[in-house]
């Protein structure tokens, strides 16, 4: 049986590699700042409520030994890190620094998945986006995941750590309160959609059990030389599409209006090349209909509307 240390374990991506991992039998141990009553405890062998960069992150390694780490604390919102750049350089790099620090003074031959973004590639100028595509960002969440890579990359080449970067697209799912498919459900809960932008956007969108099962893909195959893999569904999805699908799913007469208002440091389209995650056997497994439904109805629920 391996075991899986998670950081960021109370996280809307930390919670959906606890399902994942778990289900296949993996033995978790979670850090967090969150307090245990707020955290899955009932996928984990042991939770370490840590707020990093800590020293006691060095403890829990020496004492859990896992065969694996999945990076994914910290901040992951561009309106945010041009608010406060210093407050998401504090929670990206330094803490990934710590990390990567940690597992080097343990000693222990464990691998590290670090949670990186497609922010690295900015505002692409041709699609689809592979991995060899110049990094261009265009948020400082953008430029402080880019460093976070460097950093693997750094240590994968000086000490010899395994590693390995999942460029995650537009992840959603049930449990995440923020970016445009919550938004746009949410609204649709309220009886009308109004969204920023022309509807002409477009984004890659990627179930969390599907990055879940990308992050197991890529721990059980890649070679782990600070390795980078985009990890999305491999279709392009405009914003108006996700609306309308909304709106059909829920009240086909509500009314939807977009504000043509432009979102800072945002792309205007994404669409990934995956074949080289597909290289490592990963398929995606969740259909965007099928998916944008289970957030609608958890909508539902959480704001007691069901």
Same mark, same amino acid.
Not at 244 to 267: E, N
């Given at each position: 049986m391996s075991t899986l240390l998670i950081t960021g374990v109370a996280g809307f991506l930390g919670r959906a590699f606890a399902r994942e991992f778990a289900a296949a039998g993996w033995t978790i141990i979670g850090t967090d700042i969150a307090a245990p009553e707020n955290v899955p405890l009932d996928l984990l062998q042991s939770y370490h409520q840590i707020t990093l960069p800590s020293l006691q992150l060095l403890e829990t390694l020496a004492?859990?030994?896992?065969?694996?780490?999945?990076?994914?604390? @910290?901040?992951?919102?561009?309106?945010?890190?041009?608010?406060?750049?210093?407050?998401?350089?504090?929670? @990206?790099?330094?803490?990934?620094?710590n990390v990567l620090e940690a597992i080097r003074k343990s000693g222990i031959r464990t691998k590290l998945i670090l949670c990186s973004s497609a922010a690295v590639y900015g505002d692409p100028q041709s699609l689809p986006v592979s991995e060899h595509f110049p990094t261009a960002p265009i948020s400082p969440y953008g430029y402080h995941k880019r460093i976070a890579e460097l950093l693997c990359e750094q240590y994968t080449t000086c000490f010899g750590l395994s590693t390995a970067v999942m460029r995650i697209f537009s992840a959603y799912g049930p449990g995440l309160r923020r970016q445009v498919v919550y938004d746009t459900c949410r609204q649709a809960i309220h009886g009308r959609i109004s969204l920023y932008g022309s509807g002409e956007e477009s984004r890659d969108f990627i179930h969390c059990a599907d990055v879940a099962k990308a992050a197991r893909c890529i721990a059980e195959n890649?070679?782990?030389?600070?390795?980078?893999?985009?990890?999305?569904? @491999?279709?392009?999805?405009?914003?108006?599409?996700?609306?309308?699908?909304?709106?059909?799913?829920?009240?086909?007469?509500?009314?939807?209006?977009?504000?043509?208002?432009?979102?800072?440091?945002?792309?205007?389209?994404?669409?990934?090349?995956?074949?080289?995650l597909r290289s490592l056997g990963?398929?995606?497994?969740?259909?965007?209909?099928? @998916?944008?439904?289970?957030?609608?109805?958890?909508c539902a629920a959480d704001v007691g509307q069901v």
């Open positions: 004492t859990h030994r896992p065969d694996l780490v999945i990076h994914s604390a @910290g901040r992951a919102s561009v309106p945010l890190s041009f608010e406060s750049p210093d407050a998401d350089f504090a929670s @990206g790099p330094v803490v990934t620094a890649s070679s782990m030389e600070a390795d980078i893999y985009n990890v999305a569904n @491999g279709e392009e999805t405009t914003v108006a599409a996700l609306a309308s699908l909304v709106k059909a799913q829920s009240d086909p007469a509500m009314t939807l209006d977009f504000r043509h208002q432009k979102s800072h440091g945002m792309p205007q389209r994404w669409l990934a090349d995956i074949q080289k990963f398929a995606p497994s969740i259909r965007f209909e099928k @998916g944008v439904a289970g957030v609608l109805k958890w």
